[in-house]
């Protein structure tokens, strides 16, 4: 094995070589991060082919097959549940389920609580839809309570986006948070429900830093202005998901079927081992419980109630869900890349003496994987990129301190904050809120970035407190 000092320069250089080839030169990610991994790989003395083992000596992965290991590895549920995640959205998404959902919640607090309303609105769609889709299905309703209350749409659409945003990099069934987790080992049953739980307060620090933020004017950029203007004319390009004549599901279904994948995450986990292993209430809800089962469950009902029942033939309703393949697809190979350059990273070496250096500085692991994350998601502005390669290079750390199932959630958590903040112009997400509220760049940087760098902060330091007080096991 080469030198420690070694290892870690070939390490930082091939993170160097990923941003620069994704952010410099534009390459794709899941292909930018394929290839840096062979040249990590061949840099830190991997063998081309794999050795076998020789008596006391283990087998020796080569580049390639340690490449297809970590891919392999990581996809092993990962797809399963982002392809399920992204057709029950698509479903919501498109049965017209986020109109009434954030009109119920206006109706319960009244008009003078319109702001929120939506909050607590787009908190709740954000666990199945993913960040940008969710935030496009929700611009109308935007439009429509600010044009009714005279205001801008910033007043209500930023707090909305800083919720969204914080719940799609640490919720799962999001392709970022899933695919950390599996990297790490972390349970999604305790990922889920720790990150709920954090996303409560956050909901808060979104309204009421949105609301500080918006205490001054901004501008409205004038293509936002004209569309704005001429929302709920003929003229409007504004338009929702529904067919001619259909009619919006009941916001008590939307909200049911969005709670029903996650109450029953929660009876496997939570319930389950309060039942004796192998008998027959363990084994039922154990498997009740499986983040997979529980989102078939959730999408045979939403076919029903919102696909079937509603009028939808089944030949629609398979068009909807084949619809939410393409854009997941792109998002799991990503996932699994990363997963391979973690794998690389643990095979070469790279990893333990990352893990070394970190321990010799005395920072917490927690910390160091929310400020890695943080510093990749500046660099290249995917929070999906972000989360797996900091799993991927923590991994032997967090192997080396043994954590249990909680704190191993926590830190995959942590890793999910950590790609929340310091969102700007090399961030999709950055553009699609500032062009639909009508911030100029200028504007965006003094509200969209602040917000999330707030959220994600708020985040990390809620589930570090977490991480503290909760005894290990």
Do not use: C
């Not at 991060?33 to 992965?61: N, Q, Y």
């Not at 409007?236 to 029903?260: M, Q, R």
Request: proline share 5%; aromatic share 8%; glycine share 14%.
């Amino acid at each position: 094995m080469l030198p420690l000092p070694i290892l870690i320069l070939i390490g930082l250089a091939g993170l160097g070589l990923l941003l620069l080839l994704i952010i410099r030169f534009k390459m794709q990610a899941f292909y930018a991060l394929i290839l840096v991994s062979i040249i990590v790989g061949l840099a830190a003395g991997l063998p081309l082919t794999t050795i076998p083992a020789d008596g006391d000596v283990p087998e020796k992965l080569g580049v390639i097959q340690a490449i297809i290991a970590g891919v392999g590895g990581t996809l092993g549920s990962v797809a399963v549940l982002v392809a399920l995640g992204s057709m029950l959205g698509k479903i919501i998404e498109l049965s017209g389920g986020a109109d009434s959902l954030a009109g119920r919640f206006t109706g319960w607090l009244g008009p003078k609580r319109v702001g929120i309303a939506l909050v607590i609105a787009a908190g709740i769609l954000a666990i199945p839809v993913f960040f940008d889709a969710g935030f496009i299905i929700l611009i109308p309703i935007i439009f429509a309570f600010s044009k009714v209350a005279g205001l801008s749409p910033v007043k209500f659409g930023l707090p909305i986006a800083g919720i969204m945003l914080a719940v799609h990099v640490a919720v799962p069934p999001h392709p970022g948070i899933v695919g950390g987790s599996a990297i790490l080992g972390a349970d999604i049953g305790w990922v889920t429900i720790l990150s709920l739980g954090v996303s409560v307060p956050l909901a808060v620090i979104a309204y009421l830093v949105g609301k500080w933020l918006n205490r001054r004017e901004y501008a409205m950029i004038e293509a936002t202005k004209e569309m704005f203007d001429t929302f709920g004319t003929e003229k409007s390009s504004v338009k929702a998901g529904l067919g001619a004549g259909e009619k919006a599901p009941g916001a008590g279904t939307v909200l049911g079927l969005i709670l029903l994948p996650l109450v029953l995450i929660m009876l496997g986990t939570a319930v389950a081992p309060a039942f004796e292993k192998g008998s027959f209430w363990n084994g039922l809800l154990t498997m009740v419980g499986q983040p997979i089962f529980a989102l078939m469950v959730a999408i045979a009902a939403a076919m029903y109630f919102l696909g079937i029942r509603r009028g939808w033939t089944p030949a629609h309703l398979g068009e909807v869900m084949e619809s939410a393949l393409p854009s997941a697809a792109v998002i799991i190979l990503v996932t699994g890349a990363g997963g391979a350059f973690g794998r690389i990273l643990t095979e070469t070496g790279i990893g333990g003496a990352v893990a070394n250096t970190l321990a010799s500085t005395g920072m917490p692991l927690i910390l160091a994987a929310f400020l890695i994350s943080q510093i990749m998601r500046a660099a290249q502005g995917s929070a999906t990129v972000a989360i797996v390669t900091t799993a991927g290079l923590l991994l032997p750390a967090a192997t080396a301190l043994g954590l249990d199932t909680i704190h191993t959630a926590l830190l995959a958590i942590a890793i999910g904050y950590g790609s929340l903040g310091l969102s700007h112009v090399n961030d999709s997400g950055f553009w699609v809120v500032t062009r639909y509220l009508g911030l100029s760049v200028k504007d965006g940087l003094r509200t969209w970035t602040p917000l999330t760098t707030v959220l994600g902060v708020s985040g990390f330091l809620i589930t570090w407190l977490l991480y503290a007080v909760i005894p290990v096991s």
